[in-house]
């Protein structure tokens, strides 16, 4: 494969990672083991996502559409998504955005700001789409003012803003690695540290260090990093399950949805970055024939791989 089309192969395995990652993980909260999800992707007939990679693909849309992170039209790009299909699973503060925005105008951002007593919300919901800018701007020196002014929209915490950063970080890391040889975890780990901006992150991606080091199972792994939607609590867990199977985009899903709290969003950050380091050739074709909105999906990958 050329060095053209093996990252073009990996643009596209990273979006349908986010995709698969998604819908499989939607499915992992009505089981406990690998056996019995298997069987549960082998009956369903599409494999349906959540609000996870809706948002992912208003992004994708948004950054091809501006050629950079506009706020504004991202956030009209959000809130067409959510207007069209409300019922994807969209938590409360994203619409809650989006109806003040059209009740009241004003930014997107101010209006987030303003939530949790002028907080703003450090949920992972920055971070599960970001996998557009990781790759967009994987090389960019000023990727984490990407990936911050892509989560201001609805997530204005730092440690909201700060798990999309490293996430995107994760995910341009991976997509410029080879997967034919050894991934470093030390050195892989070592960069997302010094990319981190928030003790919070810092001191949870120590403690998946510490983890890993051990071989400490996934299990007891998930519930030592947390497992709630919070972005310092997930966000890690996701790195956690790349780096415990790196090299098996199937494994490293499997890891993020049944070992972690917030199975559907965790197991999308997983496989954008397994995606994005593997390749789209490596997912398997019986689960990529029964994604929803594949063509679209795929589409929107090549298309940011063509504008970088």
Same mark, same amino acid.
């Given at each position: 494969?050329?060095?053209?089309?093996?990252?073009?192969?990996?643009?596209?395995?990273?979006?349908?990672?986010?995709?698969?990652?998604?819908?499989?993980?939607?499915?992992?909260?009505?089981? @406990?083991?690998?056996?019995?999800?298997?069987?549960?992707?082998?009956?369903?007939?599409?494999?349906?996502?959540?609000?996870?990679?809706?948002?992912?693909?208003?992004?994708?849309?948004?950054?091809?559409?501006?050629?950079?992170?506009?706020?504004?039209?991202?956030?009209? !790009?959000?809130?067409?998504?959510?207007?069209?299909?409300?019922?994807?699973?969209?938590?409360?503060?994203?619409? !809650?955005?989006? !109806?003040?925005?059209?009740?009241?105008?004003?930014?997107?951002?101010?209006?987030?700001?303003?939530?949790?007593?002028?907080?703003?919300?450090?949920?992972?919901?920055?971070?599960?789409?970001?996998?557009?800018?990781?790759?967009?701007?994987?090389?960019?020196?000023?990727?984490?003012?990407?990936?911050?002014?892509?989560?201001?929209?609805?997530?204005?915490?730092? *440690?909201?803003?700060?798990?999309?950063?490293?996430?995107?970080?994760? *995910?341009?890391?991976?997509?410029?690695?080879?997967?034919? !040889?050894?991934?470093?975890?030390?050195?892989?780990?070592? @960069?997302?540290?010094?990319?981190?901006?928030?003790?919070?992150?810092?001191? @949870?991606?120590?403690?998946?260090?510490?983890?890993?080091?051990?071989?400490?199972?996934?299990?007891?792994?998930?519930?030592?990093?947390?497992?709630?939607?919070?972005?310092?609590?997930?966000?890690?867990?996701?790195?956690?399950?790349?780096?415990?199977?790196?090299?098996?985009?199937?494994?490293?899903?499997?890891?993020?949805?049944?070992?972690?709290?917030?199975?559907?969003?965790?197991?999308?950050?997983?496989?954008?970055?397994?995606?994005?380091?593997?390749?789209?050739?490596?997912?398997?074709?019986?689960?990529?024939? @029964?994604?929803?909105?594949?063509?679209?999906?795929?589409?929107?990958?090549?298309?940011?791989?063509?504008?970088?």
């Amino acid at each position: 494969m050329s060095p053209d089309s093996l990252m073009a192969s990996r643009f596209v395995g990273s979006l349908l990672g986010v995709a698969l990652g998604d819908a499989i993980g939607e499915l992992a909260f009505q089981h @406990k083991d690998e056996a019995g999800l298997r069987a549960e992707i082998t009956q369903q007939p599409t494999l349906i996502y959540t609000d996870d990679t809706a948002m992912t693909i208003g992004l994708a849309e948004s950054l091809i559409a501006q050629e950079h992170i506009e706020p504004r039209h991202l956030g009209d !790009t959000f809130r067409a998504h959510y207007k069209r299909e409300p019922w994807r699973g969209y938590a409360s503060g994203p619409p !809650t955005i989006f !109806t003040l925005v059209e009740r009241r105008g004003g930014t997107y951002t101010d209006i987030a700001q303003a939530l949790f007593e002028g907080q703003g919300s450090y949920g992972n919901g920055a971070a599960m789409r970001v996998a557009p800018v990781g790759l967009y701007f994987h090389a960019a020196s000023d990727l984490y003012e990407q990936a911050r002014r892509s989560a201001i929209v609805t997530h204005a915490h730092p *440690i909201g803003i700060d798990g999309a950063a490293v996430l995107a970080k994760a *995910i341009a890391l991976a997509l410029t690695l080879d997967s034919a !040889t050894e991934l470093l975890q030390d050195a892989f780990i070592r @960069k997302l540290l010094d990319f981190a901006q928030t003790p919070e992150m810092q001191e @949870k991606l120590s403690l998946m260090e510490k983890l890993l080091a051990q071989n400490v199972a996934p299990m007891f792994a998930g519930m030592g990093l947390g497992q709630g939607i919070a972005a310092h609590e997930s966000v890690p867990f996701a790195i956690y399950a790349f780096l415990r199977y790196p090299h098996s985009f199937e494994q490293c899903l499997f890891c993020a949805a049944l070992n972690s709290g917030d199975r559907d969003t965790v197991a999308a950050m997983a496989g954008a970055i397994s995606g994005a380091y593997l390749g789209s050739e490596i997912i398997p074709s019986t689960w990529r024939g @029964k994604l929803e909105n594949l063509i679209t999906i795929e589409d929107l990958a090549l298309k940011l791989y063509t504008k970088r």
